[in-house]
C-alpha cells in the first residue's frame, strides 16, 4: 500500500507544472464546497485592447498537465458563458441543491488541459468597456487576442498541442476563430477545432428541422408532402410560415433540443437551458420571421439553476477572483447576457460558414459533433452542408461502437453502436446516437469517447 502511494506521488511530482509567483496570485487555492482535488485551477482576466477583459477559468489535466493538450471551450448564444459548459457539461465539477459541488467521472479535464472563457466581452464575469458592437468578427478577434493573452501569461503552455472547442452557436465562432488564428500566426501548436451540434447555415439549420420531426414519425405525411410541395425547404412565403407554424404547433410539448428526453427536469435536460433559450430567439430574429412570437412562448426554461446560485455567492467570487465591473456589469452572474445577445448582428447569424471551413482544410484538424436527437441544430441539418463540400472520403460512413456495463445479456460486456462517423481529406463528421443538441450533458461518456478518438487521431 505504501509503495503504491509513494509511486503515485512521484507521478504527480514529475507531472507538476511549476508556476511563478505571479501567477500563482490567480490560483483557486479554496473553492467553496469543493471536494478535495490533485489538479490545480486558476481563474482571472485577460485584456482585450479597446474591448475589455475577458473571464477565464483553467483547470489543468488529471494526467500530465505538463503534456497534455490545452483545449479552449466557449459556449454558444450568441452572449453565453462558457461557465456553463464548465458547471454543466463536461467541467471537473457538478453544482447541487445544498451548495456544494461534487466530481464529474467523465470530466474533460481527465484528457486535457481546460481553458473555460466568458465571451464576448460583458458576458458573465467578464467585462465590457462599454456599449460596443457585437459580431462574428469582432469575437473571433477578442478571442485572438485572449488565446494570445493567455499564452503570454502561462507561456509554460505554449508548447502544448492546442485546440478549441466549442457547440451550438460555436459553429460560427470556432471556424472563423480557427482562421483568425491560422492567419495570424502568433498562438504555437494550433491543431484545430472540435464543434458540436453547430449553426453552420440557417437555412439548412431551418430545413433540418422539420425534417428531423418528421424523421421521427412527428408529423402526419400530408403536412410533410405540403412544406415538400411548396418548396419550403429553399424558400420562405406566407404559406411556408403558415406550415411550419403548424408543426411547431403539433410537437410544442416536445424538447426540440432533446427530442426523446422529457422536456423540463432537473436532471441532465435542465442543463443549458439559458443557452438553449438565447439560441431560439436568436433564430427567430434572423429569419425575421413574424408569424411567430420574438420570444418562443412554447420553450419554457426550469426553474432550478443551481450553476447560477452557486457562482452569486460572496465567497464562490472571492475565491474565483471575479470581480465584474464596467457599465454593462449589474453585479450578478448569468448564463447569457441580453445586451450582448440583442446587439448581436442578426446578418452574421444567417451567414454559411461553409466557406471557412475550405479555408481551412489542410492545415488544421476539424470535427464536427451531432447528438441526433437534436432538432435545433440537427444531424439532418447538418448533413446537408457536409456532403456539399465534396471532399474525398478517407472512412466512409460507418458505426463506432462502445462497451456497454454490467448486465448485458451475452456477458458482463457487450458492444453498443454510439454513433456513426465518416472521414474526409480535410475534416471528419461524428453522430452520437441518442444524444440531444448538448452531447456532453446527455450523452457525458460517450462525448468523452469522441473527445478522446478526437485527441487521439482516430478521427
Known amino acids: ?43 482571472g ?26 483545449l479552449l471551450w466557449t459556449n454558444g448564444g450568441p452572449g453565453c458563458s462558457g461557465l456553463t459548459g464548465f458547471l454543466q457539461e463536461h467541467g471537473p465539477f457538478r453544482p447541487h441543491k445544498e451548495g456544494n459541488l461534487t466530481l464529474n467521472p467523465n470530466a474533460w479535464n481527465t484528457l486535457a488541459s481546460m481553458l473555460y472563457i466568458e465571451q ?8 465590457a468597456t462599454g456599449k460596443l458592437e457585437y ?27 492546442f485546440y478549441i472547442t466549442s457547440e451550438s452557436y460555436g459553429g460560427h465562432y470556432m471556424p472563423q476563430l480557427a482562421q483568425a488564428i491560422v492567419a495570424d500566426g502568433g498562438v504555437p501548436n494550433f491543431e484545430g477545432f472540435l464543434v458540436g451540434n ?20 412527428l408529423l ?31 410537437t410544442k410539448d416536445l424538447d426540440p433540443y432533446a427530442l426523446d428526453f422529457p422536456k423540463c427536469d432537473d436532471g441532465p435536460l435542465a442543463v443549458g437551458r439559458f443557452e438553449r433559450f438565447f439560441l431560439r430567439r436568436a433564430i427567430l430574429k434572423a429569419n425575421q420571421n413574424n408569424t411567430d412570437p420574438y420570444f418562443p412562448t412554447d420553450y419554457q426554461p426550469c426553474v432550478n439553476d443551481y450553476a447560477t446560485t452557486y457562482l452569486n455567492r460572496a465567497d464562490v467570487k472571492a475565491a474565483i477572483h471575479a470581480t465584474g465591473g464596467g457599465p454593462t456589469w449589474n453585479g450578478k452572474w448569468s448564463a447569457c447576457n441580453d445586451r450582448v445577445g440583442e446587439a448581436y448582428s442578426q446578418t452574421d447569424v444567417a ?44 472512412s466512409d460512413w460507418n458505426r463506432w461502437t462502445m462497451e456497454d456495463g454490467p448486465g448485458c445479456p451475452n456477458g458482463p460486456a457487450c458492444t453498443q453502436t454510439a454513433g456513426y462517423s465518416v472521414k474526409f481529406d480535410g475534416f471528419s463528421f461524428v453522430t452520437v446516437h441518442g444524444a440531444g443538441h448538448l452531447v456532453p450533458a446527455t450523452r457525458p461518456v460517450q462525448g468523452l469517447e469522441v473527445l478522446r478518438k478526437f485527441l487521439n487521431g482516430d478521427w
Open 351 to 394: 451567414a454559411p460558414m461553409m466557406s471557412v471551413y475550405q479555408g481551412l482544410f489542410g492545415k488544421i484538424k476539424m470535427l464536427v459533433m451531432s447528438g441526433d436527437d437534436d432538432t435545433v441544430c440537427s444531424t439532418h441539418g447538418t448533413q446537408e452542408w457536409i456532403w456539399n463540400m465534396n471532399r474525398t472520403i478517407i
Open 120 to 127: 464576448p466581452v460583458g458576458v458573465g464575469f467578464s467585462v
Open 198 to 217: 453547430p449553426l453552420t447555415y440557417l437555412q439548412y439549420r431551418n430545413y433540418g428541422e422539420y425534417a428531423t420531426l418528421y424523421g421521427h414519425q
Open 45 to 70: 482576466y485577460i485584456d482585450v485592447p479597446n474591448r475589455g477583459s475577458m473571464f477565464y477559468w483553467f483547470v489543468e489535466s488529471q494526467g500530465n498537465p505538463k503534456t497534455d493538450p490545452v
Open 1 to 43: 500500500m505504501m509503495k503504491s502511494l509513494l509511486l503515485l506521488t512521484l507521478a504527480y511530482t514529475a507531472a507538476a507544472v511549476a508556476y511563478t509567483p505571479f501567477q500563482l496570485e490567480n490560483e483557486i487555492t479554496s473553492l467553496p464546497g469543493a471536494p478535495p482535488i490533485t489538479w490545480r485551477q486558476f481563474s
Open 135 to 161: 459580431n462574428d468578427a469582432l469575437a473571433a478577434n477578442d478571442n485572438l487576442n485572449f488565446v494570445k493573452g493567455f499564452f503570454k501569461q502561462f507561456p509554460q503552455f505554449a508548447t502544448n498541442k
Open 220 to 250: 402526419p405525411k400530408p403536412l410533410w408532402d405540403k412544406y415538400t410541395k411548396n418548396d419550403c425547404k429553399t424558400k420562405t412565403s406566407k404559406i411556408c410560415d403558415k406550415i411550419t407554424s403548424n408543426m411547431d404547433d403539433l
